[in-house]
């Protein structure tokens, strides 16, 4: 999907720009080390700041994935249409559908990895090493752990999320909490997609 990749440099560079502020308000010297909470909580910053542009990408993707499943007539050429029509029809608005359902799931996600990632980068750093010394594999091992740690408390709303922006204007007047209220009655499938997501994220990290 091209939609990831045209965002994915302005995405990470806020979402990296949350982290860096996130760990500044919380330490008296630069030097400092986080606790485990504090970690946590850059991720929170992390996930604010990402969302500025995780969202419009969100929305577009998930659109351009229905319409690919979909075997009708084609209403979106691409990312850049789906974003102009989107925007045409319900402003900017539209493009930020979601919000608060793309909250819901970053905020706890993106704090679990941040910790996650540097509790793994302490618990491999030996004795009389710094995190220097680290290679690039324990790194990357660090990383991809965390990546899996992360969606354990992110499937689910990714799953409400999902539904919610790709459903037509109105089907969700009171948004995620009538998604839920929709799917509770149908809780095996919920469950169901639950853990597909769930096995899709891991194998993917």
């Known amino acids: 999907m091209a939609t990831p990749i045209f965002l994915a440099t302005p995405m990470s560079a806020m979402f990296f720009l949350g982290a860096s502020i996130g760990k500044r308000l919380q330490q008296k010297h630069p030097n400092d080390q986080l606790s485990n909470i504090q970690n946590f909580k850059s991720g929170m910053m992390a996930a604010l700041f990402a969302t500025?542009?995780?969202?419009?990408?969100?929305?577009?993707?998930?659109?351009?994935?229905?319409?690919?499943?979909?075997?009708?007539?084609?209403?979106?050429?691409?990312?850049?249409?789906?974003?102009?029509?989107?925007?045409?029809?319900?402003?900017i608005r539209g493009l930020y559908r979601g919000t608060?359902?793309?909250?819901?799931?970053?905020?706890?996600?993106?704090?679990?990895?941040?910790?996650?990632?540097?509790m793994f980068l302490r618990h491999m750093t030996a004795e009389g090493q710094t995190r220097a010394d680290l290679g690039p594999v324990k790194i990357f091992v660090a990383g991809g752990l965390a990546g899996m740690m992360c969606w354990i408390p992110a499937v689910a709303p990714d799953t409400l999320k999902s539904r919610f922006q790709t459903a037509?204007?109105?089907?969700?007047?009171?948004?995620?909490?009538?998604?839920?209220?929709?799917?509770?009655?149908?809780?095996?499938?919920?469950?169901?997609?639950?853990?597909?997501?769930?096995?899709?994220?891991i194998v993917s990290m």
């Open 100 to 118: 608060g359902a793309t909250l819901l799931r970053d905020i706890p996600g993106n704090g679990v990895y941040f910790m996650a990632y540097e």
């Open 52 to 91: 500025t542009v995780m969202v419009p990408a969100d929305r577009i993707k998930c659109l351009l994935q229905i319409q690919q499943a979909s075997s009708g007539k084609a209403k979106y050429s691409g990312p850049l249409d789906c974003a102009w029509k989107i925007f045409k029809e319900n402003g």
């Open 168 to 201: 037509p204007e109105g089907t969700y007047p009171k948004g995620v909490r009538d998604v839920f209220r929709h799917m509770i009655p149908n809780k095996n499938p919920l469950e169901r997609q639950i853990w597909r997501k769930s096995i899709a994220r």
